[in-house]
């Protein structure tokens, strides 16, 4: 029998409503047995204590860009999903734009059997809106539902018309499924890069597309009684604005933003030169950093998402759009000052947020918060502990991120998913053995 014993944490736990100091918290044989105060450790026990560390319930991340099939130098489903459990994460969601794409049964299942065969952590696999992302035909929606697609995204990509995505909104919201759109409005994207209709090559990316996209896309769920809508990555002050204002008037729409655009800025609100990276949306302006920032904390964004996109290392002129970032989501955000005095809110972000992001499928994801007598899915870290990404901490294949080198406060101790633990931080934790 294997017992664990964590002792005098602070419990956060958003998914019940628990934020608790000097908690202590035993695991047998990964089940959760007790929560309490000031417990004995049991004979034999592994007892665990770090000043000032947290537990929590699992992060599950909304997000993610796998490479496999399809791209296997970018990244593996093996080395991405332990990357996330080195980041907290106990679940994550998979996008749809691989090689092929999701956009069928065949291709559904087979990411599902690689899904099951490599992951570290569960993947809740989304399938396409339209047949090859193309933005002109919907999937079968209803049969990739019954296959267990987890929701609806051509992200990468935002080719649908109006019509086409209350279409794909009244049909996802039957199932029960959310509709998860990139907020780009391909259209204006063509018209700012000078007519070129090849998405590889829109470099310049204007506010204006991303506050044009969802505007339709508010347009046509107001069109779908019963459908759900979700924004991803949002970046600018207007979108926040909009976003406000929808769920005020009682629409069900959410959205999510990324690290990278809560702590970094670009050369201009567009894309240019002197950005640190180079992502979709571009890095805004500061006014823009900031609105998100007062959008998470009241409320209006929902969750923190990684946008995980991994890529070869290539020189800054060549470099295709997108971070890998999954392993140091909670990192990048705590480097944020004052964002530990609102770190409630920041793991309720990862935690909670994301959960009713979801709804029904979100039962797919481990834990139901903390409650004794289920199987540990919980993620222990020390906020105030740093490290600093480098070949030697960093488990993704991709090294694109603009973290890289710099010191990052908040380190992920252990994670545990549906009660097996699934990181181990080896440096800090010596008295377990290996995962």
């Given at each position: 029998?294997?017992?664990?014993?964590?002792?005098?944490?602070?419990?956060?736990?958003?998914?019940?409503?628990?934020?608790?100091?000097?908690?202590?918290?035993?695991?047998?044989?990964?089940?959760?047995?007790?929560?309490?105060?000031?417990?004995?450790?049991?004979?034999?026990?592994?007892?665990?204590?770090?000043?000032?560390?947290?537990?929590?319930?699992?992060?599950?991340?909304?997000?993610?860009?796998?490479?496999?099939?399809?791209?296997?130098?970018?990244?593996?489903?093996?080395?991405?999903?332990?990357?996330?459990?080195?980041?907290?994460?106990?679940?994550?969601?998979?996008?749809?734009?691989?090689?092929?794409?999701?956009?069928?049964?065949?291709?559904?299942?087979?990411?599902?059997?690689?899904?099951?065969?490599?992951?570290?952590?569960?993947?809740?696999?989304?399938?396409?809106?339209?047949?090859?992302?193309?933005?002109?035909?919907?999937?079968?929606?209803?049969?990739?539902?019954?296959?267990?697609?987890?929701?609806?995204?051509?992200?990468?990509?935002?080719?649908?018309?109006?019509?086409?995505?209350?279409?794909?909104?009244?049909?996802?919201?039957?199932?029960?499924?959310?509709?998860?759109?990139?907020?780009?409005d391909e259209a204006l994207l063509v018209l700012a890069n000078r007519g070129n209709r090849d998405p590889g090559q829109w470099r310049i990316r204007p506010p204006g597309a991303e506050l044009s996209a969802i505007e339709h896309a508010l347009s046509a769920l107001r069109q779908a009684p019963g459908a759900r809508l979700h924004l991803q990555h949002v970046?600018?002050?207007?979108?926040?604005?909009?976003?406000?204002?929808?769920?005020?008037?009682?629409?069900?729409?959410?959205?999510?933003?990324?690290?990278?655009?809560?702590?970094?800025?670009?050369?201009?609100?567009?894309?240019?030169?002197?950005?640190?990276?180079?992502?979709?949306?571009?890095?805004?302006?500061?006014?823009?950093?900031?609105?998100?920032?007062?959008?998470?904390?009241?409320?209006?964004?929902?969750?923190?998402?990684?946008?995980?996109?991994?890529?070869?290392?290539?020189?800054?002129?060549?470099?295709?759009?997108?971070?890998?970032?999954?392993?140091?989501?909670?990192?990048?955000?705590?480097?944020?000052?004052?964002?530990?005095?609102?770190?409630?809110?920041?793991?309720?972000?990862?935690?909670?947020?994301?959960?009713?992001?979801?709804?029904?499928?979100?039962?797919?994801?481990?834990?139901?918060?903390?409650?004794?007598?289920?199987?540990?899915?919980?993620?222990?870290?020390?906020?105030?502990?740093?490290?600093?990404?480098?070949?030697?901490?960093?488990?993704?294949?991709?090294?694109?991120?603009?973290?890289?080198?710099?010191?990052?406060?908040?380190?992920?101790?252990?994670?545990?998913?549906?009660?097996?633990?699934?990181?181990?931080?080896?440096?800090?934790?010596?008295?377990?053995?290996?995962?």
């Amino acid at each position: 029998m294997s017992q664990i014993l964590l002792q005098a944490v602070r419990l956060i736990d958003p998914v019940n409503g628990v934020d608790l100091e000097g908690c202590d918290l035993l695991i047998e044989d990964g089940v959760l047995q007790q929560v309490g105060a000031e417990m004995s450790p049991p004979k034999g026990a592994t007892v665990l204590r770090r000043r000032g560390s947290v537990v929590a319930p699992s992060f599950v991340d909304l997000h993610c860009h796998l490479r496999e099939p399809g791209q296997p130098w970018k990244e593996r489903i093996a080395r991405a999903t332990a990357a996330a459990s080195a980041g907290g994460f106990g679940a994550i969601c998979a996008m749809a734009n691989l090689n092929p794409p999701v956009d069928s049964l065949e291709s559904l299942r087979r990411s599902q059997r690689d899904n099951k065969a490599w992951a570290r952590v569960p993947i809740l696999q989304f399938a396409a809106c339209t047949k090859d992302l193309a933005g002109l035909e919907l999937t079968n929606l209803e049969a990739l539902a019954r296959a267990g697609a987890a929701g609806f995204s051509d992200d990468g990509r935002h080719g649908l018309s109006q019509e086409l995505l209350a279409e794909a909104l009244r049909r996802a919201g039957a199932l029960g499924l959310i509709v998860a759109i990139h907020p780009e409005d391909e259209a204006l994207l063509v018209l700012a890069n000078r007519g070129n209709r090849d998405p590889g090559q829109w470099r310049i990316r204007p506010p204006g597309a991303e506050l044009s996209a969802i505007e339709h896309a508010l347009s046509a769920l107001r069109q779908a009684p019963g459908a759900r809508l979700h924004l991803q990555h949002v970046s600018t002050a207007a979108s926040v604005e909009l976003v406000r204002r929808a769920k005020a008037e009682g629409l069900p729409v959410t959205a999510e933003v990324t690290p990278h655009h809560l702590m970094l800025t670009g050369a201009s609100g567009d894309a240019g030169p002197a950005d640190p990276g180079r992502c979709n949306p571009p890095l805004r302006t500061e006014a823009d950093r900031m609105a998100l920032w007062e959008a998470l904390l009241e409320g209006t964004i929902d969750a923190i998402a990684s946008d995980h996109a991994p890529h070869e290392a290539a020189p800054p002129s060549e470099r295709l759009p997108g971070f890998s970032g999954i392993q140091l989501v909670l990192s990048a955000v705590l480097g944020q000052g004052g964002a530990l005095s609102h770190l409630g809110r920041v793991v309720e972000t990862l935690t909670a947020g994301p959960r009713r992001v979801l709804g029904d499928p979100g039962s797919a994801v481990p834990g139901d918060g903390i409650r004794s007598g289920e199987s540990a899915s919980l993620t222990w870290f020390d906020p105030n502990q740093s490290w600093t990404p480098s070949p030697q901490s960093w488990l993704s294949l991709g090294t694109n991120t603009p973290f890289w080198g710099e010191p990052l406060k908040g380190t992920v101790l252990a994670t545990f998913a549906r009660g097996r633990m699934v990181h181990l931080n080896r440096e800090l934790v010596p008295e377990l053995g290996d995962v």
